[in-house]
C-alpha cells in the first residue's frame, strides 16, 4: 500500500508553519487537542503517513519535518537536544497551542523527553518511541557505530554524492523486516529530500551531532541521569521494540526506573520504525494511551 492510499479521502494537508523563522513543514489532520509527532536523526513527516488518519479521529494531528530536516529550513545550528527543544516550543507557540503531546521516535523521543522537562507546563503527554535520553549498551554502541561507519562508507563508494543505495541502507538499518517495509516509494521519497541543495550537507551535520550526542560521555552528566530525568512529570508512554537497534529493552528497562508516571510496552515484529512496521498495533496503543 502506497502513502497516498493510506491518506486517500481524508481531509490531510501539507502546511507550512513559520516557527520563528524557521520555516516548518507539516502534514496536518484532525481536529481537537493537539499531537506532534517527531521522527528520527534524518526522518521527515512520512515516517508517520500510516498514522495520521487514525489519530486524526481524535486529535489534530501534526507530523512535522523538524528543524533542518524534510522540506523544512535548515538554520546554521549546532543540532544538538536544546536547539530541538528550542524550535519544538517555537512551533508550539506558533501553532496557537497551550499545551501538546509529544510523541517522538529515536531522537525525535529525546526531544520529546527533553521539551517535557524543560517545558513542564507546556505538555500533556509524552512517548518515547525506540529512543530515550540514556546511554546504549556495550552492544548498543557497537550497532551505533557499525551503522555510522556504513554510512561513511556507502557515502565513500558514492563519490560523496548522496545515491539511492545509500537510502535503501539506512532505511533497511530502520527495519525488521526490511523487504517488506523499505517500499520503492520510502526510498524515492528520502532520496528527493536528501537531493534537495544543501540538504546532503546538513543531513551529515545532523547525524553526526546525533548519534555523537547518545554516544557522548556528557550524556549522563547533562541528561540521562535519575535527578534530571525525574523532573518530567506528565504521563509517560515508553514505546519500544523487540529488535530496536542502539538501545535494546534492557536498556530501556533501566531508564525507566526514573522516569516518573511512565509505562513501557514491548512490540514484538518492529525494530526501529513500529508505527511503520505495525502500524495497526502501534495506533491501537498510541491513541488509548492518549485518550487514557
Known amino acids: 500500500m502506497s502513502i497516498w492510499t493510506e491518506l486517500m479521502g481524508h481531509e490531510v494537508k501539507q502546511t507550512f508553519y513559520n516557527a520563528k523563522d524557521v520555516r516548518t513543514r507539516c502534514i496536518e489532520a484532525g481536529s481537537g487537542k493537539p ?3 517527531l521522527h528520527g536523526t534524518g526522518g521527515h513527516a512520512e515516517a508517520y503517513t500510516r498514522n495520521i488518519v487514525e489519530h486524526a479521529k481524535h486529535f489534530h494531528v501534526y507530523a512535522v519535518d523538524m528543524v533542518g530536516h524534510g522540506y523544512s529550513d ?17 512551533f508550539v507557540d506558533t501553532i ?30 509524552i512517548i518515547l518511541n525506540t529512543g530515550m535520553m540514556w546511554p546504549p549498551d556495550e552492544e548498543g554502541r557497537r550497532q551505533l557505530i557499525d551503522f555510522v561507519e556504513r554510512s561513511r562508507a556507502a557515502a565513500a563508494a558514492g563519490g560523496g554524492a548522496i ?22 516509494e520510502l526510498v524515492d521519497i528520502r532520496y528527493a529530500i536528501y537531493t534537495q541543495p544543501d540538504r546532503a ?7 553526526e551531532a546525533s548519534i555523537g550526542g547518545i554516544l557522548a560521555e556528557n550524556l549522563v552528566r547533562d541528561y540521562a541521569n535519575p535527578a534530571f530525568l525525574g523532573r518530567a512529570k506528565c504521563p509517560a508512554l515508553i514505546l519500544w521494540t523487540r529488535h530496536n537497534p542502539g538501545q ?8 525507566l526506573k526514573h522516569i516518573p508516571n511512565a509505562r513501557m510496552v514491548v512490540m514484538e515484529n518492529s525494530a526501529h520504525w513500529p508505527q ?16 487514557g
Open 74 to 90: 535548515m538554520p546554521d545550528l549546532n543540532y544538538n537536544y536544546e536547539d530541538y527543544v528550542n524550535w519544538l516550543r517555537d
Open 201 to 207: 550537507a546538513a543531513m551529515k551535520k545532523i547525524a
Open 35 to 37: 499531537i506532534i509527532f
Open 248 to 255: 535494546g529493552i534492557a536498556v530501556a528497562e533501566a531508564a
Open 96 to 125: 496557537g497551542a497551550d499545551k501538546v503531546s509529544v510523541s517522538g521516535e529515536s531522537l525525535g523521543a529525546q526531544v520529546a523527553q527533553l521539551f517535557s522537562i524543560r517545558h513542564p507546563d507546556r505538555t500533556d503527554k
Open 163 to 184: 545515491t539511492r543505495e545509500a537510502v535503501r541502507n539506512r532505511l533497511n538499518w530502520l527495519m525488521f523486516d526490511p523487504e517488506k517495509s523499505v517500499t520503492e
Open 276 to 291: 511503520w512496521e505495525e502500524p495497526d498495533v502501534f495506533n491501537k496503543i498510541h491513541i488509548e494511551f492518549l485518550k
